[in-house]
Every structure is written in C-alpha cells, then in structure tokens.
C-alpha cells in the first residue's frame, strides 16, 4: 500500500460509514470564531437525550422529571474534551482549588429564532459568550452561540447583546435543572461567571487541546491499522 493510500481511505471512510460525532466530525476550519455544533436536544424534546460516546448514536438519558426544558438548542462541540488545561483555566478565573474537567465534550447552547424540530444534527455556530459552570467541583462550560445567518440572533456577535431576560433563562435551567422541588440537599450546581466571546474562544482552544492529549493518537493508530 502507498504511503498516500491510508489518507486516502481516511478520507473515504465517512462516505462509507456513519462518523462518530464526536470524534469523526471536524471542529470547524474557522474555529474558535465558528464552530461545527452537534445537537442532542431541542426546547420540546420530553426526554434528555444524550450521546452514546461508545456507539455515536443518541439515546435517552432520563424522561424530563420536572417543569424544566432546555430554553435553547443544546449539544456539544466535536473535538473538544473538558481536562486538564480547561479545569486549570476554571481553576484560574474562580480562584478556587480542586477544580477538574468534566470528562466530556464541551456543552454549547445554540440561539436561534426558527424552531428546530429534532436533534442528531449538526450546523455551524458562532460563539458569543458562555457559562462558567461548576458542578460538584467539575468544570462544566456552556458556550452560548447564535445559528449562523439566523435572521433575528445571526449578527450578535457578544453575550451582552443578548436581552438579559434570556441569559437569565439560561442560567435559571442550569441551576434549578437537577433540584427536586422538595429537596433538602444544597444545590450541587454554581455559575460563577457570565462571559462573552475572547473568554468562550479561549474555553474552545483549550478543551480542543484537551482533546488532542486524550485522543490525539487516534488518527494515527488508524491510519497505522491502515498501513497493515
């Protein structure tokens, strides 16, 4: 086989097979100013669907238990993965210690005005902000982003363009989305920061390199299993 030939059925491979949506699709040429985004939920989905990270397909989490539903379009950013250097940079802006990444790829909530009727799939996005989420001690950002070319959200380009009601919508759902109404127990959940874009870039830059220490070697174990 020619030393070409294992790109070349890399490049064949989605054509043949369904790409893992995490792994096998692209963050995006221009990112972090645009992002690829994979949706898993929309606002009237009645049951949380999450990604199988073994299988790549979407499966039911859990039934919505409560009033609660996603007030935007939720996913995550392919390629990205909350570790070390996105828990350090937490760590750094809350001053707090013990902080780590997730263990996931980084969650993004899409604005946008049309009514999108079904997850699984995917669109291209610009990050304008984000949510500094702590949960139980774990990093866990939410990039706010606007649909691409989105006739009323399309040209924001800052968090601080959005109408505030709307970021409090957004933070209200993360913080009240795991409370029992007649709990007892202290919230597990904090937002510590609203942020806008040059901050969503760098949380995007440092969870793709994240990304890059965990799975770095993928493409070339692949490409070597390719080579026999």
């Known amino acids: 086989m020619s030393e070409t030939a294992p790109e070349r059925l890399w490049e064949l491979l989605p054509l043949l097979f369904r790409p893992h949506p995490w792994h096998g699709i692209s963050i995006g040429e221009k990112a972090p100013e645009m992002v690829t985004a994979y ?20 499966k039911i989490d859990r ?33 707090r210690e013990g902080i780590v990444g997730d263990g996931d790829p980084l969650d993004i909530c899409v604005l946008s005005e049309k009514d999108i009727s079904h997850g699984d799939v995917l669109m291209d996005v610009y990050p304008i902000g984000g949510l500094r989420m702590l949960d139980n001690d774990e990093a866990d950002d939410k990039i706010i982003a606007v649909l691409e070319g989105d006739a009323v959200f399309g040209q924001m380009r800052e968090v601080y363009q959005l109408p505030p009601a709307l970021t409090d919508r957004l933070k209200h759902y993360f913080l009240t989305y795991k409370q029992a109404p007649d709990s007892l127990q202290p919230h597990r959940v904090e937002i510590t920061h609203v942020y806008g874009r040059e901050e969503a870039h760098e949380v995007i830059r440092r969870s793709r390199a994240d990304y890059d220490r965990r799975f770095g070697g993928l493409r070339e174990l692949l490409t070597a299993a390719l080579r026999g």
């Open 63 to 95: 039934p919505q238990k409560f009033s609660n539903v996603y007030p935007t379009l939720y996913g995550f950013i392919p390629q990205t993965y909350c570790g070390e250097a996105n828990a350090e940079f937490c760590a750094l802006k809350t001053k």
């Open 39 to 58: 949706i898993e939920i929309v606002p009237t989905d009645p049951v949380k669907y999450e990604l199988d990270k073994t299988t790549g397909y979407l």
